[in-house]
């Protein structure tokens, strides 16, 4: 099983829609969760970290849920600006101390249009 | 916020050069930076953790020989690409945790070998 999974897509959402991505992942010790966004053939850029009680964010709200291992992300009044590949991103439980590389799902291709 | 500054952005070389990639972090120190790679249409990938000022921590996988890591100061870390062949072509991003949430990434850096 992989260890962080999302629907690949492409979504193709019309603008000023509402849109919501979901995400699991594998390790139920996973301290800490991100959405990023990457843009065609650019760096990741974090679009917001994911806490347990949820949080929101202008447009944007995320979610989790431990008990099934899932993260969401949900967007509101879709922009064309919005078109890119999300990412859902765990960072694995720490051991031994020091720090840990992330772990990336494939990404969701979202396509908005006009 | 935190900014992590990676060069070169893009790289053309021949079979069986060796290619150096640096990544600064220019406001912030960093004693432990991440070097990934991505493949066209796929999620980034850890490569291996670099660790100021002690040996890096590289992934299962990944050739510690081919893949040189040194991470002599606070905010430098290199990635040296040894005897590149066509299937090293990628695009290799660095990171670090920063000051505030989530984690930083370079700009990347699109190795094409031929």
């Known amino acids: 099983r992989k260890e962080v999974e999302q629907d690949p897509g492409p979504f193709n959402v019309p603008e000023g829609a509402t849109v919501a991505f979901n995400c699991t992942y594998s390790?139920?010790?996973?301290?800490?969760f991100f959405w990023y966004r990457q843009d065609c053939r650019k760096e990741p850029k974090l679009l917001m970290s994911?806490?347990?009680s949820g949080n929101e964010d202008g447009r944007f709200t995320a979610q989790l849920n431990r008990a099934s291992q899932y993260i969401s992300l949900l967007i509101r009044d879709s922009k064309l600006s919005d078109s890119a590949t999300y990412l859902c991103v765990v960072n694995p439980a720490h051991s031994g101390g020091g720090a840990d590389g992330l772990t990336f799902g494939k990404g969701t291709h979202l396509i908005i249009q006009p | 916020g935190a900014v992590v500054s990676q060069h070169p952005s893009r790289v053309i070389c021949k079979s069986g050069t060796s290619v150096k990639i640096e990544c600064r972090s220019l406001d912030f120190q960093a004693t432990t930076m991440f070097w990934y790679r991505q493949f066209p249409k796929k999620s980034l990938m850890l490569m291996a953790t670099s660790n100021e000022g002690s040996k890096a921590t590289y992934e299962q996988g990944v050739e510690k020989d081919k893949f040189l890591i040194n991470h002599a100061s606070l905010t430098l870390s290199t990635l040296t690409v040894t005897s590149a062949h066509p299937e090293d072509s990628s695009f290799y991003i660095c990171?670090?945790?920063?000051?505030?949430?989530?984690?930083?990434f370079g700009s990347g850096t699109r190795l094409t070998v031929v």
């Open positions: 994911v806490y347990s």
């Open positions: 390790n139920s010790a996973s301290q800490s």
């Open positions: 990171s670090a945790e920063g000051t505030g949430d989530g984690y930083t």
